[in-house]
């Protein structure tokens, strides 16, 4: 997909992949927290250390997804209402928006582990699609409309949804060991590449202290790697479970 020609200007395309990024980092960094709070309900003193992790999802939603979610829907306002394929997608955002407000009040009410990580579930669900459909949609869309400027558009990210999330977990590491089988793992082979950098520093984003993910791949991610100490030098502690030749498994835990 050729960003200048769906885009209205240089601009404007180079803002739609920063868009994207951001969408993807956010995802990452959900589907982490679920992970968290799954892991959480699963420990034999689940109930206070899920609603820990309950309220770390919840917030996240709230300051980073929800105000994503909403700008999005809001900005097709401009829009063009005589355009049908506009006004059509102008409701795919308005229902994306309705969809993950109600998936996040619904977790933020759950009072048992088991609920809560039902709840969390039906979340992420509605986040992978509408991460999914404003990638590939609702924003081109947008960077097409001259009305419409991407980089004005997006609220300012709010560093304290993801300090918070990354706050120490109570109750000590909820992974094991680095080399630990029962880290969460995150299967590189299967996100795009265009956003899979951001995935993966999304989901290292959510990790508390202690906690990790299983890094898969079907290469060295060095070049990652390398990122990842300019982004957050000593702030994750890596080990190689696999090296190669056909696949890759790093741990990788919050210091």
């Known amino acids: 997909m050729n960003n200048l020609v769906l885009a209205s200007s240089s601009t404007e395309a180079a803002s739609l992949e920063d868009a994207r990024t951001r969408l993807a980092e956010a995802a990452g960094t959900v ?37 994503l979610s909403a700008a999005l829907a809001a900005a097709f306002q401009s829009a063009d209402s005589s355009v049908t394929s506009a006004n059509v997608i102008a409701s795919l955002a308005a229902s994306h928006n309705t969809r993950l407000v109600s998936a996040t009040k619904d977790l933020e009410v759950q009072e048992s582990p088991v609920k809560m990580v039902h709840a969390g579930g039906a979340l992420q ?32 990210r709010n560093s304290a949804a993801t300090a918070e999330s990354a706050a120490p977990a109570q109750g000590g590491c909820a992974c094991g060991g680095h ?77």
């Open 31 to 67: 589907r982490t927290l679920g992970n968290n709070l799954v892991s959480a309900a699963a420990n034999p003193a689940g109930g206070e250390l899920a609603a820990t992790d309950q309220g770390a999802l919840v917030d996240f939603a709230e300051k980073e997804l929800l105000p």
């Open 179 to 255: 080399d630990d089988p029962g880290l969460s793992e995150l299967d590189t082979r299967v996100i795009p590449h265009a956003i899979r950098h951001a995935t993966i520093f999304g989901a290292l984003e959510g990790l508390t202290t202690g906690r990790g993910i299983l890094l898969v791949a079907n290469h060295n991610p060095l070049p990652l790697l390398a990122q990842l100490e300019q982004r957050a030098a000593g702030k994750f502690t890596v080990d190689y479970v696999e090296n190669g030749p056909e696949l890759w498994k790093l741990s990788m835990v919050r210091n």
């Open 125 to 156: 669900e509605a986040v992978t699609v509408f991460v999914d459909q404003a990638s590939e949609l609702v924003l081109p869309a947008l960077a097409q409309n001259p009305a419409v400027t991407l980089s004005e558009l997006l609220p300012v």
